[in-house]
């Protein structure tokens, strides 16, 4: 077997995708044989989350310390260089198949009682193509007899031109359209949350006009999402117009922005912008904010979109 997992191809109306069984992970998609986001080998150790799946949790739990129905719980530090619980339980986790079609695929997994998530919950995770893109949706079925703290969300890197090869771009060369007009401030050392602010006190992160990205550093979450019928919609494009969109509904307000900034490791070095639908901030699980209660015998689903521009 690949080193990444199974491999699950679905194809239809020009988009062509391959998932793979750990961590549930989008490995490749594209649209007419352009790359839409950043692909990696079959046969590789997946790129840390590149594509994968997050859940029961997105983004950092600061000092992976949390308290959930009057219980003090904590979680392996697995961001060991800021000292954070990362992107949830499922990242690494071997999923089976549910369903098999040329143009869906359903896999799912269960997350067991743990040390610092003593919760079962059934994980669903379901990958569709059709005309309007590649369509993801994530299904929690709380299985177990407590209430469990709950959040999801996706880990794709965008590209709007090629990030590798001959006429390699980056994120500084195309342009974004974020429609968010707050940003979650984080601290400059562990990126751990600290305000809500709006982004007109914060330019060099005020998107909701289409500007280039430039050089700006980015990695944060935004919120107070303008939406076209009940949609709020991220765009990423090149300079010959080409590029991708990523559109999501009312089930995930907040939004994590990257620019790929890894200045050590030149082939990975903002390659691809990560853009992360959540459905709670960093932090919810201390924060409490849009943090999902999913009580027992409870489902909960959330949903989103990568298509071509």
């Known amino acids: 077997m690949p080193r ?4 699950l191809r679905i194809a239809a109306h020009g988009y062509e995708a391959v998932i793979v069984s750990i961590g549930a992970t989008l490995r490749t998609l ?3 044989d352009r790359d839409l986001v950043v692909p990696f080998d079959a046969d590789a150790v997946r790129p840390g989350y590149r594509g994968a799946t997050l859940a029961p949790w997105p983004n950092r739990i600061v000092d992976g310390r949390y308290s959930f129905g009057g219980a003090e719980q904590q ?25 098999v079609l040329d143009d869906r695929v359903v896999l799912a997994a269960v997350i067991v009682p743990q040390t610092g998530y003593p919760f079962r919950v059934e994980v669903e995770v379901e990958y569709r193509i059709d005309v309007d893109g590649l369509h993801q949706t ?7 007899a407590d209430a469990a703290p ?7 890197y965008l ?4 990030s590798t090869g001959s006429g390699a771009q980056s994120v500084d060369d195309w342009t974004l359209l974020l429609p ?6 984080v601290t400059a050392d562990r990126l751990s949350p600290v305000a809500v602010e709006p982004v007109s006190q914060h330019p060099e992160w005020d998107f909701r006009s289409a500007r280039p990205i430039g050089d700006v550093f980015i990695d944060h979450a935004f919120t107070g999402l303008t939406r076209d019928g009940g949609l709020a919609e991220v765009r990423l494009t090149a300079a010959d117009g080409h590029g991708v969109g990523m559109a999501w509904d009312e089930r995930c307000p907040w939004v994590q922005v990257h620019t790929a900034d890894t200045p050590a490791v030149a082939d990975t070095h903002r390659i691809g912008l990560a853009v992360e639908p959540m459905t709670c901030p960093p932090d919810a699980f201390n924060s409490g904010v849009d943090l999902v209660t999913l009580a027992a015998g409870a489902t909960h689903a959330a949903s989103w979109r990568i298509f071509s521009l």
């Open 138 to 144: 994530v299904t929690a079925h709380n299985v177990g």
């Open 159 to 162: 590209v709007a031109g090629p």
């Open 75 to 99: 979680l392996a530090l697995t961001e060991p260089e800021r000292g954070h619980a990362l992107h949830g339980l499922l990242a690494w986790v071997e999923f089976e198949d549910r369903l």
């Open 150 to 156: 709950w959040g999801t969300g996706p880990h794709p």
């Open 4 to 7: 990444s997992g199974r491999q």
């Open 180 to 185: 968010a007009s707050e940003v979650l401030t």
């Open 30 to 32: 594209t649209f007419e």
